[in-house]
């Protein structure tokens, strides 16, 4: 398959072809992704937790992300890979953002960053983006700016929120973003902002009418000990029934098998794992309404009232 750019994403979304990226934070990860077939990479601050053990996202800095960019692109050279502007990155100034920006493209070889916040980094996106970089934007959930929600909450279930999110987009696209990822929020609000929006809206946790599917690979694969977000869905259980036929061809002679094809450990469990997962993206199976975050009627009955919720 080629590598994804904005033009196909642009296409996908007119067709409704769902987008399937993972996040990665190293080597081997990154290249069993890509022989899955993902469309994108998304080297996320959340290596600061899942990879480096950090309890939130929020300590990790631009010189660790940055080394995972450089191991993933070694692992995933076919990939869009988008490098996650940690916090501190881009707050000061957009001088000091543009600089950040540039050192995901020019030292790690991505193809584009993405950073948190609506309207309030309008200048950031602006000042990146006239510097020759694409730029995502992240609304919804957060996760570097949990403390002014309250902490990890579900996003768009109030008419003030919607309202807020939906405003945040529109900023979004008139500073020049290439695509937007919304997190955490139930699929009907999912919809109705990915519909008012031009460029795709791809979701990790917001639902099945998006653009496209972004899940954490450490969830996917069952690796994090520590939290398992309710969207997740862990494909280890379906890939292992067939990791384990697999190894029963080849039992009688595992050694020179595993010498001669390394098909016979992670890699493979691993792959087909995201194998899985893309192919349930592709074909709309993921996210069944239990990886899907609810809303009362009455919730939704005052965001269908509003001027805001697409005709
Ligand atoms: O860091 C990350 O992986 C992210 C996702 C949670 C969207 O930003």
Known sequence: MSKLNIFKMNAMKKEGIPVAWVTAYDYP???????????????GDSGGMVQYGYSNTNPIVMDEMIMMAKAVRRGAPNTFIIG???????????????????????EAGCDAI??????????RIEAIVNSGILVMGHLGLTPQSTQSFGGYKVQ?????????????ASCLEKAGV?????EAIPTEPGWA???????????VGAGSKVDGQLLIMHDLLGLYPTFRPYFSKCYIPDASKLYFQHINNHATNIIIYGRETKNDGLLFL??????????????????????????????????????LWPK
Do not use: W
């Open 193 to 203: 902002i990915t519909k008012k929006c031009k460029v795709p809206v791809y979701g």
């Open 156 to 168: 768009c279930k109030d008419l003030e929120s919607f309202v807020e999110t939906i405003d945040d």
């Open 84 to 106: 996650d502007m940690p916090q501190g990155s881009y707050e000061i100034s957009d001088e000091d953002a543009v600089r950040n920006a540039l050192r995901f493209i020019k």
């Open 270 to 307: 691993i792959t087909h794992a995201i194998e899985q997962y893309v192919k349930e993206v592709r074909e709309g199976i993921f996210p069944t309404e239990e990886f899907c975050y609810p809303i009362k009627k009455e919730e939704l009955d005052l965001l269908k009232e509003s001027d």
């Open 29 to 43: 990860m990154a290249y069993c992704a890509e022989k899955a077939g993902v469309d994108m990479i998304l080297v």
């Open 114 to 123: 993405k950073l948190e916040g609506g309207c309030r980094v309008s200048s």
């Open 178 to 182: 290439f695509s937007i990822l919304l």
